[in-house]
């Protein structure tokens, strides 16, 4: 498809397990995004890639949080023994860089993948 | 960390009303974004803002870029039921250089038939 796209779109999984999201970007699109949305809430940055640039990994709340993405294409989000507060919708984006005009280069979002730990 | 406060944080009217929605901060932003997210959807962007005074209109909504450069505005005219969802303001955090958004936490809108 032309859209970003993420799997899986639900995921439940039990306290304390490991969990991998799966974000494929538009193709040619050198920046990509990750975001974490709570209930009722905004979207909060986790992490971003550039190219091959070292990723800005500024956002991720602990170290049990992870991504990895293979040059410019499919990105992955890890969590580690999941807790219940990580329980939200996480959104991925591309664009075809990172910076300058939003319009020139806008963030295209997934659908997210909606967590649920019990 | 820079902080997006969105008013008000829920509306609930009438199709054909009007509606207006605010962001302010307080820092300056020098991009001013207003993105439209659907149920089960990512957010999509709908009007951006570059200049402080600026007025852009999209169709029936229309955005403004405060003169202080820590607010903005969305109208939307008209209102129709498929403009239900939550209206997110964002900018470009200005330590980053641009590179990632700061995002308030969203305006959701009901219209009633």
């Known amino acids: 498809g032309a859209g970003v796209s993420q799997s899986p779109s639900n995921k439940v999984t039990e306290k304390g397990k490991d969990v991998e999201l799966r974000c494929d970007p538009i193709?040619?699109?050198?920046?990509l995004y990750w975001y974490r949305q709570r209930l009722g809430q905004g979207l909060e940055f986790l992490i971003y890639f550039q190219g091959n640039s070292a990723p800005d990994k500024s956002g991720l709340p602990s170290d049990r949080f992870s991504a990895e993405r293979t040059g410019e294409s499919v990105s992955t989000l890890t969590i580690q023994r999941t807790q219940q507060e990580d329980s939200a919708v996480y959104l991925c984006?591309?664009?075809?860089?990172?910076?300058?005009?939003?319009?020139?280069?806008?963030?295209?979002f997934g659908n997210g993948t909606r967590l649920t730990v019990t | 960390g820079q902080q997006l406060n969105q008013s008000p944080q829920s509306m609930f009217i009438q199709e054909g009303e009007d509606v207006s929605m605010n962001c302010t901060s307080s820092?300056?932003?020098?991009?001013w974004l207003w993105y439209k997210q659907e149920p089960g959807e990512g957010p999509v962007l709908l009007i951006a803002?570059?200049?402080?005074?600026e007025l852009t209109s999209n169709g029936r909504l229309t955005a403004q870029f405060g003169i202080t450069r820590k607010d903005s505005f969305l109208n939307i005219s008209a209102s129709i039921p498929s403009d239900v969802g939550i209206y997110f303001c964002a900018g470009p955090t200005p330590e980053t250089s641009g590179s990632r958004l700061t995002f308030g936490e969203g305006t959701q809108l009901t219209v009633n038939p």
């Open positions: 193709s040619g699109h050198t920046a």
């Open positions: 803002l570059y200049k402080a005074g």
């Open positions: 984006a591309s664009s075809l860089r990172a910076g300058g005009r939003v319009n020139n280069s806008p963030l295209h």
């Open positions: 820092s300056i932003f020098n991009t």
